[in-house]
Each structure stands twice: as C-alpha cells, then as structure tokens.
C-alpha cells in the first residue's frame, strides 16, 4: 500500500513517540520529576563561575554548528566530492555525536567530568587538525568524526556541572534550574554565530583553513574542565 505523505508523516511521529517513551521510562529515573520546595532566590549577581561555563559551552556549541553546517561544503567546494560522498562528514559527525551524547555520564561517573572534557577538546582539535592537514575526503570525514566524538560530550556536562554547583555551593543564591537556564542560554547562543563567524573567516582564508578557529575552540575546553570537576 502506497501511503500518502499525511500518513507517512503520522507513522513516523508515532514510531518517535514510542521510542521516546520506552526511553524515558528505561533511561529517566523516577525520582528525576520529584523535586523539593525551593525558596524564592534573592536577587543577587550570578556567580561568576555560571557564566564561565557558559562561555565554554558557547565556544563547544560554536564548533558543533560549524561543523554541521560546512562540513558538505567543505567536501564539495574544496576536495570536489559528489553530492552523495559530500554528505559522509555530517553522517560521520551525527553518528559519533549521538555515542558521544549516550556515554558521556558513564565516562565521567569512570573517569571524571574534568578529564572527560580535557579528552574531549584534544579529541576534537586534534583530530580535526590532522584532517584540515592532510585534506581530501578521508581527512574532512576523519575530522568531522573526531569533531562529533570530541565536543558531543563536553555542553552535556557542562550543563550538569552547572546544576551541581548551585545545588552543593551557592544553594542560597541560586536555584539549580536557573543555573542550568543562564549556562545553556550562553551557550547555545553559539550555534547561532558559529557557521557565520567561520563563513566570514572563508572569504578571507578559504574554509579550509577557517576551519582552525574549530581547533582553537576545542582547545579551550582543555583549560574548561578544571570547573566542572565531580569531585
């Protein structure tokens, strides 16, 4: 039978439906929805410590929408890849994003936020340093691999670190979903001047080699997971 697009349309949405729930309710705790009284927060400054995470997050989130938006163009345009072989850097990069996004609690809860973070960062620009170097598809695909891998783990943690500190150190000042709220309204700002900033930087040095400004973006996140240690 020849479905309509109305209905293909409904029988996709009802098939992401159902996976949703089985997540949520194999992946999402219970006690996740119970939550205590919180005071009304007295109007004071945000810590400092809040906004430097969010500027991390920021400097992530400029990377991850780089590297989905030009990742095609940079294939085609510059290493005269097909339409078909142009798409293989952002299924690379979506693939190891979603295993990155999937693992990264458990690598932290092993090895620390601090250190996952710092792996993450050197992950990413270093792998997509080495891709930019030696070019070609192979070296676009490996490095929008390594981007995916390295950066999907760092916001997620970022975000996590954000609540825990406002719980444990400034309960008083903050509430721990207003923390989380400033931190990724910061951060998620940067997939909106992300893909600019780097076309921008195109016209002046190809996109090749504005790709760099990628590398330098992971590289902060070596100096980023000192605050978002769980210990």
């Known amino acids: 039978m020849k479905l309509s697009i109305s209905n293909q349309q409904l029988l996709i949405?009802?098939?992401i439906s159902a996976l949703l729930l089985f997540i949520w309710d194999k992946y999402l705790p219970?006690?996740?929805?119970?939550?205590?009284?919180?005071?009304s927060a007295i109007k004071q400054r945000s810590p400092v410590i809040?906004?430097?995470?969010?500027i991390f997050g920021l400097?992530?989130?400029?990377?991850?929408?780089?590297?989905?938006?030009?990742?095609?163009?940079?294939?085609?345009?510059?290493?005269?890849?097909?339409?078909?072989v142009s798409t293989i850097p952002y299924i690379a990069y979506s693939a190891t994003m979603v295993i990155g996004r999937l693992s990264c609690d458990k690598l932290a809860n092993r090895f620390g936020a601090e250190n996952v973070i710092?792996?993450?960062?050197?992950?990413?620009?270093?792998?997509?340093?080495?891709?930019?170097?030696f070019g070609g598809i192979y070296g676009v695909v490996f490095g929008w691999f390594c981007i995916g891998l390295g950066l999907s783990i760092v916001m997620p943690l970022i975000f996590s670190a954000a609540g825990r500190l406002a719980h444990e150190k400034y309960q008083d000042r903050v509430a721990p979903?207003?923390?989380?709220?400033?931190?990724?309204?910061?951060?998620?700002?940067?997939?909106?001047?992300g893909p600019p900033v780097i076309g921008f930087l195109a016209e002046i040095f190809t996109l090749r080699w504005a790709?760099?400004?990628?590398?330098?973006?992971?590289?902060v996140m070596l100096f980023g997971g000192r605050y978002a240690k769980t210990n």
Request: glycine residues 18%; contains cysteine; hydrophobic residues 55%.
């Open 30 to 39: 219970s006690n996740s929805d119970i939550h205590g009284m919180q005071k």
């Open 118 to 133: 710092r792996a993450g960062g050197f992950i990413s620009g270093f792998g997509l340093l080495v891709g930019l170097i």
């Open 177 to 193: 979903s207003v923390a989380v709220a400033r931190v990724s309204g910061t951060a998620y700002f940067g997939f909106m001047i």
């Open 59 to 84: 400097c992530a989130a400029m990377g991850e929408g780089a590297a989905g938006d030009w990742g095609g163009v940079l294939a085609r345009d510059a290493f005269g890849a097909s339409p078909f």
């Open 50 to 54: 809040f906004w430097i995470l969010g």
């Open 211 to 219: 790709m760099l400004l990628v590398v330098l973006l992971s590289s």
């Open 13 to 15: 949405s009802l098939i």
